[in-house]
Nanobody, 127 residues
């Protein structure tokens, strides 16, 4: 069964850190571009970060640049999103997604990811 599973969400105080994981089953993640997205209640889905499969290039939304870091661990078939200096406005459900493995580069544009989407993990930043 081909699927992505996110984990690592939770409740954290402002200024704290979390590391989200996106683990694949049924396919090898390193051949696919992976994107992280988030959606807060009443807001549109937002592209947060992505990592390309071709050369490992990474991209970040301006709102998280300098605070979040995306990385791959091919041995664990997992992509991580390290989130530091968290703010209340980072509160959202976070999703990871894979493309079809045919392009190589990644995007913060959701329609790029026509492969698999995870079920999401809740991140709440509050004191």
């Amino acid at each position: 069964q081909v699927q992505l599973v996110e984990s690592g969400g939770g409740l954290v105080q402002p200024g704290g850190s979390l590391r989200l994981s996106c683990t694949a089953s049924g396919f090898t993640l390193d051949y696919y571009a992976i994107g992280w997205f988030r959606q807060a209640p009443g807001k549109e889905r937002e592209g947060v970060s992505c990592i390309s499969s071709s050369d490992g290039s990474t991209y970040y939304a301006d709102s998280v640049k300098g605070r979040f870091t995306i990385s791959r661990d091919n041995a664990k078939n997992t992509v991580y999103l390290q989130m530091n200096s968290l703010k209340p406005e980072d509160t959202a459900v976070y999703y990871c997604a894979s493309d079809l493995g045919t392009i190589g580069w990644c995007s913060l544009y959701a329609p790029h990811y026509k492969g698999s989407w995870g079920q999401g993990t809740q991140v709440t930043v509050s004191s």
